[in-house]
T-cell receptor, first 110, second 114 residues
Framework: LAKTTQPISMDSYEGQEVNITCSHNNIATNDYITWYQQFPSQGPRFIIQ???TKVTNEVASLFIPADRKSSTLSLPRVSLSDTAVYYCLVAPDNDYKLSFGAGTTVTVRA | EAQVTQNPRYLITVTGKKLTVTCSQNMNHEYMSWYRQDPGLGLRQIYYSMNVEVTDKGDVPEGYKVSRKEKRNFPLILESPSPNQTSLYFC?????????????FGDGTRLSIL
C-alpha cells in the first residue's frame, strides 16, 4: 500500500497559483493518483485523478513525472473559496484498503 | 440526485450505550467504506465492503462493527462506545476504488461519547 506524504499547510493569496506536491515513493504499477478537496463540515470531494503525465480539468491540473514517485496538484488563480484541505490518495488496483494522509490545509487570503 | 446519505448528522451519547450510524447510497455502487477523521490525523479507514456480505477491516477497526446485507446500505455499529470514539465519521462509496473510480462521500456524522 503506497504511503503518501504532503505538506501540512500552505498559504496563498487570491489570484495566485497554488502547487501541492505529494510524495508516494512506493507507488505500484497499476496505482492511480487521486486528489480530493474537503471544506469544513463536509465530506471530501473528488477533484482530479491521473495515472501518468499531465491531466487537466476545469478545476485543476495534475502533473505526474515519469517515475510516478510524486505528483503535483496545481490550482490556478485561487480564490477565497479554495480554502480547504486537499488530500492525495494512491488507489491500488487489487486492494480495497485505502489510506488517506493528513492532507494539506490551503489557506487563501485576500 | 446521486448521493451518500448518513444519519444521524450529530449524536451525543454516553459510554456503553450501543449506537448505529446508517449509510445509504443510491448509485448502485459495489464498494462502500467508513472513515473517521480526527484533528491532525486525516481520514482513517475503519471498515470497507467490496459487495454484499463481503467486508474487511481497515486501519482502525477496533470497537466497530459493520454489516452489508443490501448493496445500498452499510451501517456502522458501535456496540459499546467509549470516549476515544468521539470523532467525525464519513461513509463513502464507489463502483470500485482505483481505475478511475473516485469515491463519493456523505456529509459526515459527528459523534460525541461522554
Amino acid at each position: 500500500l503506497a504511503k503518501t506524504t504532503q505538506p501540512i499547510s500552505m498559504d496563498s493569496y487570491e489570484g495566485q497559483e497554488v502547487n501541492i506536491t505529494c510524495s508516494h515513493n512506493n507507488i505500484a504499477t497499476n496505482d492511480y493518483i487521486t486528489w480530493y478537496q474537503q471544506f469544513p463540515s463536509q465530506g471530501p470531494r473528488f477533484i482530479i485523478q491521473g495515472y501518468k503525465t499531465k491531466v487537466t480539468n476545469e478545476v485543476a491540473s495534475l502533473f505526474i513525472p515519469a517515475d510516478r514517485k510524486s505528483s503535483t496538484l496545481s490550482l490556478p488563480r485561487v480564490s477565497l473559496s479554495d480554502t480547504a484541505v486537499y488530500y492525495c490518495l494512491v488507489a491500488p488496483d487489487n486492494d480495497y484498503k485505502l489510506s488517506f494522509g493528513a492532507g494539506t490545509t490551503v489557506t487563501v487570503r485576500a | 440526485e446521486a448521493q451518500v446519505t448518513q444519519n444521524p448528522r450529530y449524536l451525543i451519547t454516553v459510554t456503553g450505550k450501543k449506537l448505529t450510524v446508517t449509510c445509504s447510497q443510491n448509485m448502485n455502487h459495489e464498494y462502500m467504506s467508513w472513515y473517521r477523521q480526527d484533528p491532525g490525523l486525516g481520514l482513517r479507514q475503519i471498515y470497507y465492503s467490496m459487495n454484499v456480505e463481503v467486508t474487511d477491516k481497515g486501519d482502525v477497526p477496533e470497537g466497530y462493527k459493520v454489516s452489508r446485507k443490501e448493496k445500498r446500505n452499510f451501517p456502522l455499529i458501535l456496540e459499546s462506545p467509549s470516549p476515544n470514539q468521539t470523532s467525525l465519521y464519513f461513509c463513502a462509496s464507489s463502483l470500485r476504488p482505483g481505475q478511475g473510480q473516485p469515491q463519493h462521500f456523505g456529509d459526515g456524522t459527528r459523534l460525541s461519547i461522554l
